[in-house]
């Protein structure tokens, strides 16, 4: 995928890429299990996306408003630490994380998909939705993935921020 001219300049800063999970590095689907327990299905490109990224030095967190065992086991499978879950004020959380990982706004990009995302989505450096996101939050974001929550969009962006940074090559070089 190429990158976007127009967002350049906004992928090249980006030290922190945060995610909400539901519907973004899921389809939003919930299975409960007669013993109360719930699935999550993950993309495993947007696992690889991932990897790729943390390699390439920039750091990958967790921003949900649900608590989640699957979420817990797929961020240590993927070694993100940064993980907040049961965010009521997404905002006051963002804050959180950039006092703690000494951040600016402009150097984080978040990719979020209903209206709980939107404070966030207005203050981010990169502010990207998924296609199938609610329809309030288009107007906040500065690109929209072309593939769907749960199926490659984390990967997609991942691509972009690596390639804008120049640094694609270094971090796949062992593949090609």
């Not at 959380?93 to 966030?120: C, H, R, S, T, W």
Request: some cysteine; overall charge negative; proline content about 3%.
């Amino acid at each position: 995928m190429e990158v976007p001219l127009y967002l350049l300049e906004k992928l090249k800063p980006i030290k922190l890429l945060l995610l909400d999970v539901d519907g973004v590095l899921t389809d939003g689907g919930l299975i409960y299990h007669d013993d109360g327990s719930e699935s999550k299905v993950f993309d495993v490109k947007d696992g690889h996306g991932i990897k790729l990224l943390q390699r390439a030095g920039v750091e990958v967190g967790l921003l949900t408003g649900r608590y989640s065992r699957a979420v817990m086991n797929r961020a240590r499978d993927l070694g993100i630490d940064l993980v907040r879950e049961g965010v009521k004020n997404k905002i006051k959380a963002y804050d959180e994380i950039l006092k703690q990982e000494n951040l600016k706004d402009e150097e984080v990009a978040f990719m979020g998909d209903d209206l709980v995302d939107i404070p966030v989505l207005r203050r981010v450096g990169l502010a990207i939705a998924v296609p199938d996101a609610c329809q309030d939050v288009f107007p906040y974001v500065h690109y929209t993935t072309q593939r769907s929550g749960g199926r490659g969009a984390c990967r997609e962006v991942c691509e972009m921020i690596l390639k804008a940074q120049s640094k694609w090559s270094s971090v796949t070089d062992r593949y090609f």
